[in-house]
């Protein structure tokens, strides 16, 4: 019986695989006025000394440029005014917004076909961007069960029954795959550093970011003016808030323990208030306090987002929080915008832009 | 007078820089059929014991996949039928072969132009292939006025006269910062294993090879005959010999000291003769042995390539050794293929693949 249910579950899914290649096949072809990839901000140690080109191989008096990003670029023809400029999360690279976990468009594609510049970055210290002036330790640690429950795919080895995410195999292990560990320690101020350099060489744009992101996201938005906006896909860590205005912790079973914000001062924060934020949270997200921590993680993060917002708002500002489920999106993981519903994600996306003036 | 010249330099770069910019922006677009990414290859560790939901980040019952390449691509409308695939060399990821560090269009966008389907690699345990099996430690050695010498874009601080590499300080940043650290030890097994799985998923066609992965590309070619040419750009350490035909160890006053041939079955090597091969060099490469050990390091490569080819044709095979200077191209660095007369370059390989008729 249940031999008879996988095989009609597979074969659904075989029909429905097709159905998105044939859709996709159907597409016309990308026309790319231009693209490339460069490297961007950073810093340079210089070793004491002098270089001895008979003694190359000692350091003395030689350089390291570390800690800067590595962007690719798609340029399409008739291009929006605003490129998109996309940041991923914790433990992932440019890949993020790539190709799907099965080898459908992402939001690279997406967004490409819908006239905008995209720009995707590797963050200092993460991927091509590998070089760091800070020294690491890479073991090789079986965590990915872990992620599976923490990206709320399902409380591992179940899905959640309504998610999102492919169930072969394949998907996932595609979606293992494309984890790439820090090449030195994770720094919010460094990532920011690197993404203000991407607005100043490219001018005015919208900045995405997920999850981790998002704390630098603030940080760039808010020591370069030609972020015109910022979109964040389940932030969690990094909201900050006015210095005298930091609210409770928040407590969870999260495996990460309390959600804290982080102060700043008010001039800082008050650049958020002039430009339109959306935050975007996926499904299968506690409502109330739960021993179930991946739910209660998220739950910590999304209530963090709306206190967030509510004070960005209360300061004049323009921010919103969407909560998926309750615009009758379900089945969302952490990777929203590379789930089965992308199209419908990104779809979203562009109706906030076209009514922000952002598309222009 | 040093001032003045440097001023004229500076002006006659800025021209060209201008013309080439010029002569870019009056390209047509690229039309894509289609782009993507996805992760090849690969291996899993499993760590014993059962995964515990409520202890989830013990590793007990855990996997980690690493090991694995991955691949950007891209296929232009009416493609020729034999993608290229790029595997890039020591320190290095894809970058090597997208723009070129003074923003001139690379090999991706040259053969993509060409009508090629070009696959861009970062190999196992490189770029955002981060996630190794082998663990390591990274720590950051400034290196960067060793490689300038070793990669012959001169003697530092000084260029070789009549180098093909750009002058201004913007262009050398760029590659210094496109390297990117192993994370995990180099392997060119894993890496030729990785790469056949992607000859494998994408089917028949040409590998291209720079630098340390010219030897996981001979070992790519003997376990995948859908490997139907190989082309190397600078090859060095990895040329395979039949067990009984080891060559001398080539002398040298490169920092590497001493190069030797690798042994394999003669039934391995063999098929190595069944396709056309072709290997390039660039200049400044020495004639006789010197103690300028830069240009004496690849003359001891050079040297081998040539032992190598003329061993794969006495065994009916069909390999050419091409030293740039010896047919009026000059100052070639090792990364000939980003070079300023990198379409030269490029025009070179189209006729050499036209000959072969692997451009249908």
């Excluded at 430009?275 to 975007?280: E, L």
């Excluded at 993680?297 to 209360?314: D, F, P, Q, V």
Aim: glycine share 10%; with cysteine.
């Amino acid at each position: 019986m249940h031999k008879a249910i996988n095989y009609l579950c597979a074969s659904a899914m075989l029909l429905f695989a097709a159905g998105a290649l044939y859709a996709q096949s159907k597409q016309q072809p990308l026309t790319i006025a231009k693209q490339g990839s460069f490297m961007i901000g950073g810093s340079v140690i210089t070793e004491q000394g002098s270089f001895d080109l008979n003694n190359a191989l000692k350091p003395q008096g030689q350089t390291f440029h570390g800690d800067h990003a590595y962007v690719f670029y798609q340029i399409p023809v008739k291009a929006h005014k605003l490129p998109l400029v996309f940041l991923h999360g914790a433990g992932q690279s440019k890949k993020t917004w790539e190709s799907t976990p099965d080898g459908r468009d992402g939001f690279q594609h997406i967004f490409l076909r819908k006239g905008f510049s995209v720009y995707l970055l590797d963050q200092p210290r993460r991927g091509d961007a590998g070089r760091s002036t800070a020294s690491v330790a890479i073991t090789p640690t079986p965590d990915e069960q872990f992620w599976f429950t923490q990206f709320r795919i399902g409380n591992y080895p179940d899905y959640f029954p309504d998610v999102q995410f492919p169930r072969d195999s394949v998907s996932l292990e595609q979606f293992f795959r494309q984890m790439t560990p820090n090449t030195g320690a994770f720094d919010g101020a460094i990532v920011a550093d690197a993404c203000s350099e991407i607005f100043n060489k490219i001018g005015n744009g919208i900045l995405v970011t997920h999850s981790q992101g998002g704390g630098p996201g603030w940080l760039t938005a808010i020591r370069n003016d030609k972020v015109k906006a910022v979109v964040a896909y389940e932030p969690y860590s990094g909201f900050v808030f006015p210095e005298n205005e930091l609210p409770q912790p928040i407590k969870s079973t999260g495996l990460f323990g309390e959600l804290k914000g982080i102060g700043i001062p008010m001039n800082d924060f008050l650049k958020l208030t002039k430009i339109p934020i959306v935050v975007y949270y996926g499904d299968n997200i506690a409502k109330e306090p739960t021993l179930t921590w991946n739910k209660d993680h998220w739950r910590s993060g999304l209530e963090m987002a709306r206190i967030w917002a509510a004070t960005i708002n209360k300061h004049g500002g323009n921010a919103t929080v969407v909560h998926l489920p309750e615009i009758g999106i379900y089945g969302n993981t952490h990777f929203l915008f590379s789930d089965l519903n992308n199209m419908e994600v990104a779809d979203l996306l562009s109706k906030w832009l076209k009514e922000k003036g952002l598309d222009k």
